[in-house]
C-alpha cells in the first residue's frame, strides 16, 4: 500500500509537472502574440500619426501659399499706388518749377 501512495504522488508529480510546463509554454505563446500584437497597433498608431502630420503640414502650406499670394497682391497694389503718386508728384513738382521759371525770368 506505501509503494501504491509513493507511485500515485509521483504520477500526481509528474502530472503536476506536465500541467506546469504546459502553463509556462501557453504563458510564452500568449506573451510571444501580445508582443506581436502590441508592435502591430505602435506601428499602426505611428502611421496614421504620421498621416495626420503630413495632412496638417499640407494644410498649413496651402494656408501659407495662400496668405502669401494675398500679401504679395497687396503688395503690388500699394507699390502701383506709390508708383502712382510718385509720377503725380514728379509732374507737380515739374509743373511748379515751370512756373517759377517763367514767373521769375517774365513772360516767356
Same mark, same amino acid.
Given at each position: 500500500?506505501?509503494?501504491?501512495?509513493?507511485? @500515485?504522488?509521483?504520477? =500526481? #508529480?509528474? %502530472?503536476?509537472?506536465? *500541467?506546469?510546463? !504546459? +502553463?509556462? $509554454?501557453?504563458?510564452?505563446? &500568449? /506573451?510571444?502574440? @501580445?508582443?506581436?500584437? =502590441? #508592435?502591430? %497597433?505602435?506601428?499602426? *498608431?505611428?502611421? !496614421? +500619426?504620421? $498621416?495626420?502630420?503630413?495632412? &496638417? /503640414?499640407?494644410? @498649413?502650406?496651402?494656408?501659407? #501659399?495662400?496668405?502669401?499670394?494675398?500679401?504679395?497682391?497687396?503688395?503690388?497694389?500699394?507699390?502701383?499706388?506709390?508708383?502712382?503718386?510718385?509720377?503725380?508728384?514728379?509732374?507737380?513738382?515739374?509743373?511748379?518749377?515751370?512756373?517759377?521759371?517763367?514767373?521769375?525770368?517774365?513772360?516767356?
Amino acid at each position: 500500500m506505501v509503494k501504491e501512495a509513493i507511485k @500515485a504522488v509521483k504520477e =500526481a #508529480e509528474a %502530472k503536476a509537472n506536465d *500541467i506546469l510546463q !504546459e +502553463a509556462n $509554454r501557453v504563458s510564452r505563446d &500568449i /506573451k510571444r502574440e @501580445a508582443e506581436i500584437l =502590441a #508592435e502591430e %497597433k505602435y506601428q499602426q *498608431i505611428i502611421e !496614421e +500619426a504620421e $498621416r495626420e502630420a503630413k495632412s &496638417i /503640414k499640407e494644410k @498649413a502650406l496651402a494656408e501659407g #501659399e495662400s496668405i502669401g499670394r494675398t500679401l504679395i497682391e497687396r503688395g503690388r497694389e500699394e507699390s502701383e499706388k506709390l508708383i502712382e503718386l510718385s509720377h503725380k508728384n514728379i509732374d507737380k513738382a515739374v509743373n511748379i518749377i515751370i512756373e517759377r521759371i517763367v514767373n521769375t525770368n517774365g513772360n516767356s
